[in-house]
T-cell receptor
Framework: DVKVTQSSRYLVKRTGEKVFLECVQD?????MFWYRQDPGLGLRLIYF???????EKGDIPEGYSVSREKKERFSLILESASTNQTSMYLC?????????????FGPGTRLTVL | AQSVTQLGSHVSVSEGALVLLRCNYS??????LFWYVQYPNQGLQLLLK????ATLVKGINGFEAEFKKSETSFHLTKPSAHMSDAAEYFC???????????WGLGTSLAVNP
């Protein structure tokens, strides 16, 4: 079974802190994704990576950056956390083969910025 | 551009009753369609997907969905709801071979005893 793990389930940070969210997948998937999930807004794509060191902006990249130095690891960075970044963050991965490939999700990190 | 609309942000059914969650899509090219489920405090997992083969797609846990091109719909059904079906359900579309999904806003399903 594909396993996608996220470094923390719950995280509390202060405004202005630099925050790192880590995601690791164990199935040699090319594609990795970071979403944020907010009530009533569904899932919104922050960034997407289709290969090591390659990244593409999603729908809401402002205030975020990403890093993919190794194929299995995709990091989301909040350069200076703000209260409006309080949210559930979901990481996903998929094989690159075709458009029908399933995205596999981690359990999520609930981030609170005070 | 692709889009997904899920009708009804909250649906409540009685245990044993039919579950019907509605999803309509917009796409200028043949779409691939997905239903995902999110149980409380968990990530999302795939229920089923339509990939242009059979229009009636069977998924896990007794769910199925029918692709209707003329209605641009991909509604999710289950004949008899179980308490364990209480969850958030998301419909998504992918088109254009860009590997990204366009997500609906989700429907929260409550199952009453």
């Amino acid at each position: 079974d594909v396993k996608v793990t996220q470094s923390s389930r719950y995280l509390v940070k202060r405004t202005g802190e630099k925050v790192f969210l880590e995601c690791v997948q164990d199935m040699d998937h090319e594609n990795m994704f970071w979403y944020r999930q907010d009530p009533g807004l569904g899932l919104r794509l922050i960034y997407f990576s289709y290969d090591v060191k390659m990244k593409e902006k999603g729908d809401i990249p402002e205030g975020y950056s990403v890093s993919r130095e190794k194929k299995e690891r995709f990091s989301l960075i909040l350069e200076s956390a703000s209260t409006n970044q309080t949210s559930m963050y979901l990481c996903a991965s998929s094989y690159s083969g075709t458009s029908t490939d399933t995205q596999y999700f981690g359990p999520g990190t609930r981030l609170t910025v005070l | 551009a692709q889009s997904v609309t899920q009708l009804g942000s909250h649906v409540s059914v009685s245990e044993g009753a039919l579950v019907l969650l509605r999803c309509n899509y917009s796409s200028s090219v043949p779409p691939y369609l997905f239903w995902y489920v999110q149980y409380p405090n968990q990530g999302l997992q795939l229920l089923l997907k339509y990939t242009s083969a059979a229009t009636l797609v069977k998924g896990i846990n007794g769910f199925e969905a029918e692709f209707k091109k003329s209605e641009t719909s991909f509604h999710l059904t289950k004949p008899s709801a179980h308490m364990s079906d209480a969850a958030e359900y998301f419909c998504a579309v992918e088109a254009g071979n860009n590997r990204k999904l366009i997500w609906g806003l989700g429907t929260s399903l409550a199952v009453n005893p």
